[in-house]
């Protein structure tokens, strides 16, 4: 029978992922989507401490903000548009009416997410795009415009070598921090549709290439195939957001069923359906909730926490169990 689609075999990559030892994700919002799973089940997981970025450059400069503990920063970095402070390497989330508190925030979360880069088993680089915005004044590749004037920024798409380049530096002092660090990397696949399909396909196409030549460089540099997955699997819209250009939940999903089977080790996936079975639990959200069946329902499920907790002392299900004691009378 003739398969009217092109799959992609599922790679079993030679480590493990597990709750044992943290994970750090960075990069766009795919990055964010992964974290966001791992986080949901429970594994120790940090996504985007700094902000997401897309770029091979800025990637590299806020990993390196992460290994020197934030020692790199100083106030005259920031500068103030409308009213508040900002840094063209950190997301907007940063950004304060007062300097000294927001440069105090960065330095802090610099100091945090080292220490867990520091115990990471695994650091996963989702690169979105080899088009960057280059600041006039400064000469400085900007992770965000932070709605600074379009006029006060140069377009560039970097070449596969200023990617290397840059991402091979960086490796080189995460490797020299934590000797046991794998990186994987991944290329979102989400289209940056604003820069021009042409233009999307030149960038995309700069970063494939790019992750090629460090996957032969570095031994403990490895590739996951979103990207691939998105564009030559699942190449239908129906996988798609409304906007035709974010993945569906159906989509990321089918991504994280390839994701599982690369990175997670039996024991781990027979451990998922049941820290699914209490997020479920907790998300549940009835019709009366101080019925009988209800509260018997609730009373289960902390009885299940609780074992579960003992038998794997590694998993935390608070959150969980904050929900489901909310609701008791």
Same mark, same amino acid.
């Given at each position: ?69 934030? !020692? ?22 940063? !950004? ?232 008791m009378v």
């Amino acid at each position: 029978m003739t398969d009217f689609r092109t799959s992609i075999a599922p790679e079993h990559f030679p480590f493990r992922i597990h709750h044992h030892s943290p994970t750090l994700c960075i990069g766009s919002c795919f990055a964010k989507h992964i974290g966001k799973r791992m986080e949901l089940y429970k594994f120790p997981c940090l996504s985007n401490p700094l902000g997401i970025v897309y770029n091979p450059i800025s990637i590299a400069q806020q990993l390196e903000t992460i290994v020197q503990k934030g !020692s790199t920063l100083h106030s005259a970095q920031l500068f103030e548009h409308q009213g508040l402070w900002h840094h063209f390497l950190f997301h907007g989330s940063f !950004s304060s009416a007062d300097k000294e508190a927001m440069l105090s925030t960065l330095i802090a979360q610099s100091v945090r997410s080292r220490s867990i880069l520091q115990a990471a088993g695994t650091l996963f680089i989702t690169l979105g795009t080899a088009r960057v915005y280059i600041h006039k004044q400064s000469r400085a590749v900007v992770a965000n415009c932070h709605k600074v004037p379009a006029d006060r920024f140069d377009r560039k798409l970097l070449s596969v070598e200023a990617s290397t380049n840059v991402l091979s530096g960086i490796f080189e002092k995460l490797k020299k921090l934590n000797p046991s660090l794998e990186i994987v990397l991944t290329v979102s696949p989400i289209r940056h549709l604003r820069d021009g399909l042409v233009e999307n396909q030149q960038s995309k196409s700069t970063l494939l290439v790019a992750c090629t030549q460090l996957c032969q460089a570095f031994d403990y540099v490895y590739y996951f195939p979103a990207w691939e997955i998105m564009m030559d699997d699942l190449r239908d819209y129906r996988f798609y957001e409304a906007d035709m250009i974010h993945p569906s939940l159906t989509a990321i999903n089918y991504i994280w069923d390839y994701f599982k089977a690369g990175f997670f080790g039996e024991d781990t996936l027979q451990l998922l359906p049941l820290i699914d079975k209490v997020v479920r639990a907790a998300q549940h959200r009835p019709f009366r909730s101080a019925s009988e069946t209800h509260q018997a329902f609730l009373q289960k499920q902390l009885e299940e926490i609780a074992k579960l907790e003992q038998q794997y002392p590694f998993l935390d299900f608070a959150k969980e169990r904050n929900v489901l004691k909310a609701q008791m009378v």
